[in-house]
C-alpha cells in the first residue's frame, strides 16, 4: 500500500506520462542537439532555397540571385553538416544494436567523436541562424521602477535592484549605480534591510550586457507576507523592470554614432528642453544653493528624464542625456518591432512580450521564482534573490525563448513578405 | 521667508531620516533635504575617521542645519563643471553661475588659434575659473588669476594640485596656469603682470558686486555669514571714480583693460541694473576704451539659451543712444565686450 493517505489521480496520470524513470536517464545527445524545432524548420527550408538558387545559377547567371544565394550559403554549409553529423549518429546508433561484438565496440569507439562533430556543427548553425539584435553588443542600464501601490513594491523594487547587483558582482560584471533614490524612513523598514526604492538605475558596462539581461525586462510580481503586514496576509505587488541600451564609457566606435541622425541614438538639441531646478531670486554670490538637478524633456515624445543624484550639474546632465538617449532609443526600437509584429499572423503576435506583461513572480511562500514566459520553475528562491546560480538558469532559460521567439518572429516575417510579393496588385486595390 | 509648518519636520522625520529635521531649516523642501543628507552621508563614508559615522553625520547636520554653514565649507568641496575645488571659509564658494558663463564663453571661442591663448583672471578666489578654462583649452594656454587675499592664493593653488593628483587637469597645468596675490587698486599693478598692450588675449574677472544696501536685503543668511565679505562687497571707497560703490571694481578694471588692450572681456555682475550700469561705462569709455565700444552684450545666467523666438534679440538702451543685446535667460550676470578691430581682422 502506498505510504500517502492519498494521491491526487491527476498527479499519478502525469507521472505515468512521463514516465518516471526516464527522467533519470541521461541521453547523450540531448545537451548537444537542443536546436529548437524553428530554427531546424527554417534552415531545412532555406537549405532548400539554397539548393534552388544554385541550380539557377547553374544554367544562367543573375547578379540578384548570386547575391542572395551567398546570403544564404553559410546556413546551408552548416545545415548539410549538421544532417550530416546527424546521420551518422543514427547510423552508429543503429550499429550499436547489432549482434556483432566487434562492430559494437568500434562503434562505441566512434561515438564519442561523433557527438562532438555533432555539438559543434549544431551550435554553428544556431550562430549562423539567430538573427542578432542591433543593440545586443551594447553595455545596458537596468531601471527598476516600483509598481503603482503601497511601499511593499517599493520595499521589494529595492530586492529587486539588489538582486541584479549582485548577480553582476557574481558573474564579474563591472557595475555602477546611476541613480539610487530612496526614502529610507524610520517607521517603515521592509525585511532584510529593505529601502522604500522610488527609482534606482544600474548601468552594467560590460559590452554584450544588452544581449544578457534584455529578457528581463517587464514586470516582475511579488506575493509575500510584507514586513510591515500585521495580520499575515499574503500581498500581490509589482515591479517593473526596463532595460535600455547604454554606451561604453570611452567607446570611441560608437561615439560618432550620437552625432548620426540614422541612428536610435541621435536626438536633436533643439528637441530637447533643459531646466535647472533653482530657485529664482538673486542668484549669483547672493546666494549659495545647493540644488544641482537636471531635468530634460524630449518636446516630441514628451519623455522626460531628471538627474539630481550628484552634486555636480555637470555629471547630472552628462547621465540625464545618456538616460534620455537610451530610452529614446528603446523607444524608436520598440516602435519599429510593433510595426513589424502588425505585419505578421496574428498567432505570434500573442507571444510578443509587451511593456505591461508580468514576465516572472517570485513567491515567498512557496519559495518559488516562475518564469511565465520560459515556463520555468526554480525552487530556492533565496538564492535567486542573492543573484546566485539559480538566477542564473532563470535568465539563461528566458535567453532560451528569446532566441526562439526571434526566429519565430523571423520566419514569420519572411512569409509575410513572401505572402505580399506573392498576392495580386488587385487585393490592395480591394482594400 | 514663510516659516515651516511643523508637521513637514514630522514628515522629513518619518520619510527621510531622523537627521533630516536638522537640515529642513536651511534646506526648506524635503527633496533638497533628502539631497542634501545623501551627500553629507557619502562624503561620510568615503572620509576615513576614528569618530563613529553617525556622530559624523550628526556633527556635519548641526554645522550645515543649525548654524546654516554651507554645505560646501562643510563637505569641504564643490563641483565646477568636471572639476572639484576645494572650499573653506575665508574664501567665496564658486557659483553655478560663474560656471555657465565661462563654459559659454568658451563656446564663443574661435576654434584654431594658431597661437596659444593668454588669459587673465582678476579676483579669482578659489581659481575656478583659470582652472576650468585650462581643462576646456588646449594645454599651451597660459592662465594667470589674481587675487588681494592670501588665503585665496594659498587654496587656488592647492586646488590647483588636487585637480591634478585626480587627474582632471594635465600634469602641464602646473607649469602653464599660476597664481600670484597683488592688490588691483595699487598704483604699480599694470606693469607688474608684465603684459604688453594687445597681448592678452581673455580677461575675466568675477569681482565683488553687492551693495552693502545688498549685503543686508537680498543676500541669503549663510552668504552673509560663513562667506568673506572682502569678496562680495567693494571694500574700497568710490570716490576717486565717479560711479556707485558696488561698482568700483568695475570702473577699475576698466583702466586696467585701458592699459592692457586685451582681445575679450567677461565681467560677472550682481543684475540687470549693474550690467546695464557697467555696459554703460563701457559704451561711453573714452580713449583706448573706444575700440569696445561697439561690441558689448548683456549675458544672462543661461548665456547659451535662447529666450525668445528665431531672429528676434533682446536688447536694452543702456545710454541715451546706445543699445546693448541681451542674450540667454535668468538674470543678468555678465558683461562681454570684445576689441572691434581685432574682431574685423579674424
Known amino acids: 500500500?502506498?505510504?500517502?493517505?492519498?494521491?491526487?489521480?491527476?498527479?499519478?496520470?502525469?507521472?505515468?506520462?512521463?514516465?518516471?524513470?526516464?527522467?533519470f536517464v541521461r541521453r547523450a545527445s540531448t545537451d548537444s542537439v537542443k536546436l529548437p524545432p524553428a530554427l531546424l524548420e527554417r534552415a531545412r527550408f532555406l537549405t532548400a532555397e539554397h539548393d534552388q538558387l544554385s541550380a539557377q545559377l547553374a544554367t544562367n547567371f543573375d547578379e540578384?540571385?548570386?547575391?542572395?544565394?551567398?546570403e544564404v550559403h553559410r546556413i546551408a554549409d552548416a545545415f548539410k553538416k549538421f544532417e550530416n553529423a546527424k546521420a551518422s549518429l543514427q547510423e552508429l546508433e543503429g550499429l550499436l544494436k547489432s549482434d556483432d561484438a566487434e562492430m559494437r565496440e568500434l562503434a562505441q569507439d566512434d561515438l564519442a567523436a561523433t557527438h562532438d562533430q555533432l555539438a559543434e556543427s549544431s551550435r554553428n548553425l544556431s550562430v549562423a541562424l539567430t538573427p542578432?539584435?542591433?543593440?545586443?553588443?551594447?553595455?545596458?542600464?537596468?531601471?527598476?521602477?516600483p509598481g503603482p501601490g503601497g511601499t511593499e513594491g517599493r520595499f521589494f523594487a529595492?530586492?529587486?535592484f539588489k538582486m541584479y547587483q549582485a548577480y553582476c558582482t557574481n558573474k564579474g560584471f563591472r557595475?555602477?549605480?546611476?541613480?539610487?533614490?530612496?526614502a529610507d524612513s524610520t517607521g517603515e523598514k521592509g525585511g532584510d534591510g529593505e529601502t522604500?526604492?522610488?527609482?534606482?538605475?544600474?548601468e552594467v558596462m560590460e559590452e554584450g550586457a544588452y544581449a544578457h539581461f534584455r529578457g528581463e525586462a517587464g514586470m516582475h510580481r511579488v506575493q509575500r507576507v510584507p514586513a510591515t503586514e500585521k495580520s499575515g496576509r499574503t500581498h500581490t505587488s509589482a515591479v517593473a523592470v526596463w532595460v535600455l541600451p547604454s554606451f561604453a564609457e570611452n567607446a570611441t566606435a560608437s561615439d560618432g554614432d550620437w552625432d548620426n541622425p540614422e541612428s536610435d541614438f541621435y536626438i536633436d538639441p533643439a528637441e530637447v528642453k533643459s531646466e535647472k531646478m533653482r530657485a529664482s531670486g538673486a542668484g549669483g554670490q547672493h546666494v549659495n544653493k545647493t540644488e544641482s538637478a537636471i531635468r530634460l524633456t524630449h518636446i516630441p515624445t514628451g519623455i522626460t528624464v531628471s538627474m539630481q543624484d550628484s552634486r555636480s550639474q555637470h555629471t547630472n546632465r552628462a547621465d540625464a542625456w545618456r538616460l534620455l538617449r537610451s530610452r529614446i532609443a528603446q523607444k524608436r526600437r520598440e516602435a519599429r518591432e510593433e510595426a513589424a509584429r502588425a505585419l505578421r499572423s496574428s498567432v505570434l503576435s500573442s507571444a510578443q512580450l509587451t511593456r505591461g506583461d508580468k514576465i516572472r513572480t517570485y513567491n515567498y511562500g512557496q519559495d518559488r521564482c516562475t518564469d511565465h514566459r520560459a515556463g520555468l520553475d526554480v525552487h530556492n528562491l533565496p538564492d535567486v534573490l542573492r543573484g546566485g546560480d539559480t538566477l542564473g538558469k532563470v535568465i539563461n532559460a528566458v535567453h532560451g525563448w528569446l532566441t526562439e521567439k526571434d526566429i519565430q518572429a523571423l520566419l514569420a516575417d519572411e512569409e509575410a513578405a513572401a505572402a505580399a510579393a506573392n498576392a495580386p496588385p488587385k487585393g490592395r486595390k480591394g482594400k | 521667508m514663510p516659516r515651516l509648518p511643523p508637521s513637514l519636520f514630522w514628515r522629513a522625520r518619518k520619510q527621510i531620516s531622523p537627521f533630516a529635521p536638522l537640515l529642513l531649516p536651511v534646506c526648506r523642501t524635503l527633496d533638497s533635504t533628502a539631497n542634501e543628507l545623501r551627500w553629507i552621508k557619502q562624503h561620510v563614508n568615503s572620509t576615513k575617521s576614528l569618530v563613529p559615522r553617525r556622530l559624523r553625520i550628526w556633527q556635519a547636520c548641526l554645522k550645515r542645519g543649525d548654524r546654516g554653514m554651507p554645505l560646501q565649507y562643510v563637505l569641504g568641496t564643490q563641483p565646477f563643471g568636471p572639476l572639484e575645488i576645494l572650499c573653506r571659509p575665508g574664501v567665496l564658494i564658486p557659483r553655478p553661475e560663474t560656471e555657465s558663463l565661462i563654459y559659454h564663453l568658451h563656446s564663443i571661442l574661435p576654434r584654431h588659434s594658431s597661437q596659444p591663448l593668454k588669459i587673465l583672471d582678476l579676483c579669482t578666489g578659489t581659481g575656478c575659473i583659470p582652472l576650468l578654462l585650462s581643462s576646456l583649452l588646449p594645454a599651451s594656454t597660459k592662465i594667470s588669476g589674481v587675487d588681494i587675499s592670501p588665503q585665496a592664493i594659498s587654496l587656488s593653488r592647492e586646488n590647483l594640485t588636487h585637480n591634478i593628483t585626480l587627474s582632471h587637469l594635465p600634469a602641464s597645468a602646473s607649469k602653464s596656469i599660476n597664481f600670484t596675490k597683488a592688490d588691483i587698486f595699487s598704483p604699480g599693478?599694470?606693469?607688474?603682470?608684465?603684459?604688453?598692450?594687445g597681448e592678452l588675449d581673455i580677461l575675466v574677472s568675477n569681482p565683488p558686486y553687492i551693495s552693502s544696501h545688498g549685503f543686508n536685503t537680498t543676500t541669503e543668511r549663510s552668504v552673509r555669514l560663513f562667506e568673506p565679505k572682502l569678496a562680495l562687497v567693494p571694500q574700497v571707497t568710490a570716490e576717486q571714480y565717479d560711479c556707485e560703490p558696488e561698482d568700483v571694481f568695475y570702473a577699475r578694471l576698466l583702466e586696467i583693460i585701458s592699459v592692457l588692450q586685451p582681445k575679450r572681456v567677461l565681467f560677472e555682475v550682481g543684475d540687470l541694473d549693474q550690467a546695464a550700469r557697467v555696459a554703460a561705462m563701457v559704451v561711453r569709455g573714452k580713449g583706448a576704451l573706444e575700440v569696445y565700444a561697439q561690441a558689448v552684450e548683456i549675458w544672462r545666467d543661461e548665456p547659451g539659451v535662447d529666450s525668445h523666438e528665431e531672429g528676434v534679440t533682446e536688447k536694452m538702451?543702456?545710454?541715451?543712444?546706445?543699445?546693448?543685446?541681451?542674450?540667454?535667460?535668468?538674470?543678468?550676470?555678465?558683461?562681454?565686450?570684445?576689441?572691434?578691430d581685432d574682431q574685423e581682422s579674424e
Open chain 1, 1 to 23: 500500500m502506498s505510504a500517502a493517505p492519498w494521491v491526487c489521480r491527476s498527479c499519478v496520470r502525469s507521472l505515468r506520462r512521463i514516465g518516471f524513470a526516464q527522467q
Open chain 1, 64 to 70: 540578384k540571385i548570386a547575391k542572395r544565394a551567398g
Open chain 1, 132 to 145: 542578432k539584435h542591433p543593440f545586443a553588443d551594447m553595455p545596458c542600464l537596468i531601471e527598476v521602477v
Open chain 1, 158 to 160: 529595492d530586492t529587486v
Open chain 1, 175 to 182: 557595475t555602477k549605480v546611476v541613480q539610487y533614490l530612496a
Open chain 1, 196 to 202: 522604500a526604492l522610488q527609482e534606482a538605475v544600474l
Open chain 2, 189 to 197: 599693478f599694470v606693469p607688474s603682470l608684465g603684459y604688453k598692450p
Open chain 2, 317 to 340: 538702451g543702456v545710454d541715451e543712444e546706445a543699445e546693448v543685446e541681451i542674450k540667454g535667460q535668468g538674470n543678468g550676470r555678465g558683461v562681454y565686450f570684445w576689441r572691434r
